[in-house]
């Protein structure tokens, strides 16, 4: 319990990670949106014409990371889910992918870490919407270790990346890979995790004779690896993502293009909403995500 308070949250981890970076990376950039702003208090005394906030203008701070970006700088853009990747959408396709040039965003709340902020606060449709434009990485860490290494790659780079953080973290790390990391291998099928919906899986899996595979990394799609573990096991594939439900089912099925297969898809849902508060683990049981519900429902459809 001592070593569980002890923990740091994705976000702190973040934070450190792009303040040491901006000591030694000349053309990192922060751009921030009012939150978490108070984390680069100290890096705009050193180096105040790289740490920017610029309060709920968050489609001026796209527009602008695009500037920055085609300055040779590599921007780093900040804030809640929704304000980073709906709102500003339009800035998005335009500032930076039509211009062609690259930046890390980096987005905190997930699809309902805090659901006491409501429903403005929550964007679980954001990895689906990054998939209607070309060339964007999208990392979706499921512990704070895994954090920096992805950081640290992203910043390095000049391509367009969203990292997608979260509050909810699985009990260890998973060494980061480019692509899945198998954790278990059985013959029944294959359950695919991803980020923070680890713990889960292998809670509601430990019963049940199947692969696990698991990434922190889910674009781009890692087709070899899925394709290798089906060949070892019977083609039913199970995808559980944090966020809209079925958002990686295209990639599954172009993967298994030639592969006789099932698939089944858990994640938020996409007929409906849940106009309530509560708690995420609340919401986790409401959308049958939770170990107990995801057991139930694996295993029915593996039957």
């Known amino acids: 319990m001592t070593a569980q308070l002890t923990r740091k949250q994705m976000r702190t981890v973040w934070a450190e990670t792009v303040v040491e970076t901006m000591a030694t990376d000349p053309r990192l950039v922060v751009l921030t949106a009012d939150i978490s702003s108070w984390f680069f208090w100290g890096a705009k005394e050193q180096h105040p014409d790289r740490v920017l906030n610029l309060g ?44 062609d040039v690259g930046a890390v965003l980096v987005s905190v709340g997930a699809s309902y870490d805090d659901p006491s902020w409501g429903r403005t606060h929550q964007a679980p449709g954001d990895v689906a919407l990054l998939d209607t434009l070309p060339g964007w990485t999208v990392h979706v860490p499921g512990h704070e270790d895994e954090v920096a ?27 980061v890979a480019d692509g899945f990391t198998e954790l278990r291998r059985g013959r029944d099928g294959v359950v695919v995790a991803v980020g923070p919906v680890l713990d889960q899986v292998l809670g509601a899996t430990a019963n049940l ?49 030639d592969v006789p297969h099932r698939l089944r898809s858990f994640g938020t849902w996409r007929d409906r909403e849940a106009r309530v508060y509560g708690t995420a683990e609340e919401h986790d049981r409401l959308l049958g995500v939770d170990a107990a519900g995801l057991a139930e429902s694996i295993a029915a459809f593996l039957r």
């Open 56 to 99: 709920i203008r968050e489609q001026a701070m796209i527009d602008i990371a695009g500037g920055f970006a085609l300055a040779g700088m590599r921007p780093m853009v900040h804030t809640y889910g929704p304000f980073l990747i709906e709102r500003p959408f339009e800035q998005l396709k335009i500032g930076l992918g039509h211009q």
């Open 149 to 175: 290494p992805l950081l640290r790659r992203a910043i390095a780079g000049d391509g367009r990346v969203y990292v997608r953080l979260s509050e909810r973290v699985n009990t260890e790390a998973v060494p």
């Open 209 to 257: 004779d199947v692969t696990v595979l698991y990434t922190a990394t889910i674009r781009p799609f890692d087709h070899a690896g899925l394709r290798a573990a089906v060949g070892a096991a019977r083609p039913d594939v199970v995808l559980v993502e944090p966020y809209l439900r079925g958002t990686s089912a295209f990639e599954v099925n172009e993967a298994l293009a």
